[in-house]
């Protein structure tokens, strides 16, 4: 897939030459980006599915809201949390391909297995085995994708690869929540929805091929070796950029993917909605103003102007800093034609964010230490939004439904609470850009190293 003048000795003449891509190298670019999509929406289906039907797993194994936190955010977490860094390392040295399609294939037969559990602790030991699939999923799919495009058109790519998170979350909402509806089981859910992904990781492996790792990057010869993990740790340190707009995607997660973890069971509880209607109604929302906003941002992204990394961050921020009042307002009102209106603002701003922010991450770190990079980005933010934001917010809830003498007003003040944080994340992203230019160039020479 390689075209000839990548190999010559002049690495910047090869970039451009690379640059200047044949139509098959672009026709494989985008089916590449459009593959690994699916893969993603794939692995955001499988997470939405659980928040879709967290009432009445709740309910079923008779759990407070802290207790279904453990069983459905917790247990994922914990060991994506142990793998995800050990496999970002053999992405960073090995075939990246192999490693999406092993994973796919791995956490989608793990999801439909879920359907089969009869107890909360059957229930947690396959969950664990879907976090250890996902794990392998986003690092090396990101990491690819750096290497089908150069710099300043990874962020367009890597955009209209998120278009995989909302296509995700309306498959795991609206679908998994007519399923539900449908064979009245919220197990039916889990079958149908875990077995697609085993043909698609069949697929990766039959149509996709492995790129030269930093074909595209213009400084000295790309070392092939694999950077260790107390560098990449070091660098991302040392890096004030990649830091903050590390932390503003983490704290994004914590806002936006905590508060859409437990909306589904807010309008259940608040409005007396089914499982079926609240999917929906959210799934709706989740489709089309998602897709709306990630192509909207892709659009912007292409623009010349937009290639200044400066002002992606500064439209971030704006963007996430705007939102944040009407993601507040969603649990403030008692009205659910308020709270829908409300969260077809929110909802765009949840998911626009993946791709630029992507890109931004991935353009401060050398080829050696993407996978690994985005592994510790992705660390950190499922902590956030599969830790941090089911327990606080369930402890939270299980706190006051006493005094408050019910379980849907005691979420609306838990999730209040979390939807200030929106601004903490502006925050971060207008911080970043201070360092821009310095961490560009020690980004280049730990290339040139």
């Known amino acids: 897939m390689t075209p000839p003048a990548a190999t010559c000795s002049d690495p910047v003449a090869a970039a451009v030459a690379a640059d200047a891509a044949p139509p098959r190298l672009e026709r494989a670019r985008w089916y590449v980006v459009a593959v690994l999509a699916l893969v993603y929406a794939l692995n955001i289906a499988d997470r939405y599915v659980v928040s879709t039907v967290l009432e009445?797993?709740?309910?079923?194994?008779?759990?407070?809201?802290?207790?279904?936190?453990?069983?459905?955010?917790?247990?994922?977490?914990?060991?994506?949390?142990?793998?995800?860094?050990?496999?970002?390392?053999?992405?960073?040295?090995?075939?990246?391909?192999?490693?999406?399609?092993a994973a796919m294939i791995l956490w989608s037969l793990m999801t439909a297995v879920l359907g089969l559990t009869q107890s909360f602790w059957q229930f947690m030991l396959v969950r664990i085995g879907v976090g250890v699939g996902e794990a392998g999923g986003t690092p090396p799919s990101t990491s690819i994708i750096a290497d089908y495009f150069p710099k300043d058109r990874r962020a367009f790519a890597l955009t209209l690869f998120a278009l995989g998170s909302p296509l995700g979350a309306w498959l795991g909402s609206n679908v998994a929540g007519q399923i539900v509806g449908y064979f009245h089981s919220w197990r039916s859910a889990f079958l149908v929805l875990g077995a697609p992904g085993v043909l698609l990781g069949i697929?990766?492996?039959?149509?996709?091929?492995?790129?030269?790792?930093?074909?595209?990057?213009?400084?000295?010869?790309?070392?092939?070796?694999?950077?260790?993990?107390?560098?990449?740790?070091?660098?991302?340190?040392?890096?004030?950029?990649?830091?903050?707009?590390?932390?503003?995607?983490?704290?994004?997660?914590?806002?936006?993917?905590?508060?859409?973890?437990?909306?589904?069971?807010?309008?259940?509880?608040?409005?007396?909605?089914?499982?079926?209607?609240?999917?929906?109604?959210?799934?709706?929302?989740?489709?089309?103003?998602?897709?709306?906003?990630?192509?909207?941002?892709?659009?912007?992204?292409?623009?010349?102007?937009?290639?200044?990394?400066?002002?992606?961050?500064?439209?971030?921020?704006?963007?996430?800093?705007?939102?944040?009042?009407?993601?507040?307002?969603?649990?403030?009102?008692?009205?659910?034609?308020?709270?829908?209106?409300m969260l077809w603002i929110v909802v765009p701003a949840v998911y626009l964010y993946t791709g630029p922010t992507m890109a931004l991450l991935l353009n401060f770190l050398p080829p050696a230490m993407r996978a690994q990079g985005m592994a510790i980005s992705l660390l950190s933010a499922n902590v956030a939004n599969l830790i941090v934001a089911p327990l606080a917010v369930g402890w939270i809830s299980d706190t006051l439904a006493g005094p408050l003498h019910s379980n849907a007003e005691s979420l609306r003040y838990a999730l209040l609470a979390l939807s200030l944080t929106g601004f903490w994340a502006a925050y971060h992203y207008l911080a970043s850009i201070r360092s821009y230019a310095a961490d560009d160039l020690a980004m280049r020479a730990a290339e040139a190293g």
């Open 203 to 341: 697929l990766i492996l039959l149509t996709i091929r492995e790129p030269r790792r930093g074909r595209f990057e213009t400084i000295a010869p790309i070392a092939t070796r694999q950077a260790p993990l107390g560098d990449t740790l070091r660098f991302l340190w040392r890096s004030r950029s990649a830091w903050h707009v590390n932390a503003a995607g983490t704290i994004i997660c914590l806002w936006g993917w905590g508060l859409m973890y437990w909306t589904q069971t807010f309008l259940q509880r608040a409005y007396g909605l089914t499982t079926a209607e609240a999917g929906a109604r959210l799934g709706s929302i989740y489709l089309w103003a998602g897709i709306a906003a990630t192509l909207a941002t892709g659009a912007i992204l292409a623009l010349p102007a937009m290639r200044e990394p400066r002002r992606i961050a500064w439209f971030l921020a704006a963007v996430v800093a705007c939102s944040t009042l009407p993601s507040f307002a969603i649990f403030w009102t008692h009205s659910l034609r308020v709270a829908t209106a």
């Open 56 to 101: 009445p797993i709740r309910l079923e194994f008779h759990l407070s809201d802290t207790g279904v936190g453990w069983l459905t955010g917790v247990s994922l977490a914990l060991f994506y949390i142990l793998v995800g860094i050990p496999i970002s390392q053999l992405a960073d040295r090995s075939n990246r391909r192999n490693i999406v399609a």
